[in-house]
């Protein structure tokens, strides 16, 4: 999500409307940041699929950490709230979940918040191992 990628992203727009064919987007990403997702593909969210990295809270929150002036911060949250922010600004979204074979006692735990999140977003989150 560098800014090297919206140039490209206004280049490919400015290509398909000379050619007339609209192209959709891809986009996997960690879910750090909405603001940066929303600044590249605002106008182009119709035809953007979002795919969010995210195994379950109590994953994340061992395994994709960020540490900051030597202090750990879980990131489960981080990406919860960007998940958020996607439902709210009518994003297409899913979760891509890789489950360490070290973790598998929390999958019980990780497909509760699945069927939640799938609840609270009235879509079908798969978790796959």
Do not use: A, C, M, W
């Not at 809270?57 to 540490?67: E, L, Q, S, V, W």
């Not at 598998?104 to 009235?122: G, H, Q, T």
Request: aromatic share 12%; charged share 25%; glycine share 2%.
């Amino acid at each position: 999500l560098s800014k090297k990628l919206k140039t490209l992203v206004q280049e490919i727009e400015k290509l398909s409307l000379k050619l007339n064919n609209k192209v959709t987007y891809d986009l996997l990403t960690n879910g750090s940041s909405f603001q940066l997702i929303n600044n590249i593909f605002e106008n182009y969210k119709d035809r953007l699929n979002v795919q969010v990295s995210y195994d379950g809270k109590p994953i994340n929150d061992i395994d994709r950490i960020i540490i900051k002036k030597n202090k750990i911060i879980p990131t489960s949250n981080l990406i919860l709230k960007t998940v958020e922010s996607l439902y709210k600004y009518n994003y297409n979204f899913h979760f891509k979940s890789t489950l360490n074979i070290q973790y598998l006692n929390l999958v019980p735990e990780v497909l509760k918040e699945f069927r939640e999140l799938s609840l609270k977003y009235n879509k079908i989150f798969r978790y796959s191992v």
